[in-house]
């Protein structure tokens, strides 16, 4: 963002440059983060205290948080694991309906159960 203010006062066509090549920069790197924390293929198991995620290249294990949201279509989870958390994007289109219906069913269970115990 700075570099766009910065682009906005500045005449110098290397500083545009420099600007348009940081701005670059900056969305590839924010669209890898997100293309890794939405899988393409991959095996959910639901347990009652535990959310597993198996798929290629990204293996997560740990339980769904009170921070997961439900935006349209997709269930974006955060997973609290043993040493560190993830976000996980699961899209309806991806899944059966009765998959996206347990997954929803045990993220609004997870929310409530810590909102509960609060």
């Not at 890794?36 to 205290?49: D, F, N, S």
Request: contains cysteine; charged residues 15%; positive net charge.
């Amino acid at each position: 963002m700075l570099s766009f203010i910065l682009c906005l006062f500045l005449d110098s066509l290397l500083a545009m440059l420099f600007c348009l090549i940081i701005n670059a920069l900056a969305g590839l790197i924010m669209w890898r983060k997100v293309l890794a924390i939405h899988p393409h293929e991959g095996i959910i198991i639901l347990e009652p205290k535990l959310f597993r995620f198996e798929g290629e290249s990204l293996k997560i294990q740990g339980e769904i948080s009170n921070k997961s949201r439900f935006y349209g279509n997709n269930i974006w989870l955060h997973i609290k694991g043993f040493s560190n958390n993830h976000w996980l994007i699961i899209s309806a289109n991806g899944v059966s309906e009765q998959s996206y219906a347990r997954l929803k069913r045990a993220t609004v269970g997870a929310i409530n159960c810590v909102l509960e115990s609060k």
